[in-house]
């Protein structure tokens, strides 16, 4: 299978925010999803493997190499807004980007833009927010790029346009050469398509690995808070009380050691972020 993409011991220091020692690993052929509340650091890891923030120490590899802005045809970029000049056309779209690659395509360009529905005279202040996402897709899959890298693309996108999106990233991966990291806060289109999961909390990688062992390792507790003593409460992450009882989060394998009238239940990533950002919370 292989990585086709590898971040080994990444930080970067800020006046009052620092990723530490931020590591994982991108398999060949899948589709893995960043995640983590705002601010935690997604867009600075992002930036540092696309060479526009320059790290404190650390190593990155693309295609099995250091990387480099040699990689940057094989990689395709989507951001939440295109970097697109407003009164561009999606045809002045093609024309202003396709000399930076050599791989450039423009069959697959109008095939693309065709298929996602893209008038070529259409001005890129005109688009709707899905379809300047598709227009970045359009044009990443026009110069065989082997990498996608997303930042927040489907944020303020209706669900069906966030479908539409998800779907074009399962067609992409169906080469098994190809592979996507998807950063989002939007946990579900990731229940649905990713493959792999990277959390990031704090500057800090807490979980990378298969999206199932993520959701198979924790479960939603809740119950009546006096059915619970001092000890039960220092098994559940994320613990807080309300009108009703309790909730948090916590591990498969302590639920045995839970008593028997609290209730356990399969959980979402979106939980877990939230439970263990509390529980980080806690703990400062």
């Not at 992450?237 to 050691?257: A, C, K, Q």
């Amino acid at each position: 299978m292989g990585n086709i993409l590898e971040v080994q011991g990444l930080c970067k220091k800020y006046k009052d925010f620092a990723l530490r020692d931020v590591t994982f690993a991108v398999p060949r052929g899948f589709i893995m999803g960043f995640i983590g509340q705002n601010g935690a650091g997604k867009t600075t890891t992002i930036k540092s493997i696309l060479n526009i923030t320059n790290v404190d120490s650390g190593r990155i590899k693309i295609f099995g190499a250091d990387n480099s802005t040699d990689n940057n045809g094989k990689i395709g970029v989507v951001m939440d807004s295109p970097m697109y000049v407003d009164d561009w056309t999606v045809a002045d779209v093609e024309r202003a980007v396709s000399p930076f690659y050599s791989d450039w395509n423009s069959e697959k360009y109008a095939k693309h833009t065709k298929q996602f529905g893209l008038d070529r005279k259409k001005k890129v202040k005109d688009l709707s927010r899905g379809m300047k996402v598709k227009l970045q897709i359009a044009a990443a899959l026009s110069h065989n790029a082997e990498l996608l890298i997303l930042d927040e693309p489907t944020s303020g996108l209706d669900p069906v346009a966030r479908d539409e999106i998800c779907d074009l990233l399962r067609e992409f991966v169906a080469d098994e050469n190809k592979s996507v990291f998807f950063s989002t806060h939007i946990t579900t289109d990731l229940e649905k398509t990713a493959d792999f999961i990277t959390f990031i909390l704090d500057g800090r990688i807490v979980f990378t690995g298969a999206k199932d062992d993520l959701l198979g390792k924790y479960a939603r507790v809740t119950g009546g808070v006096n059915e619970i003593s001092g000890e039960h409460k220092k098994l559940i992450v994320g613990y807080r009380e309300h009108s009703t009882g309790f909730e948090g989060m916590i591990e498969t394998g302590s639920i045995r050691h839970m008593p028997k009238g609290v209730i356990t239940e399969e959980i979402t990533l979106d939980e877990i972020v939230i439970f263990m950002t509390k529980e980080a919370k806690i703990n400062e």
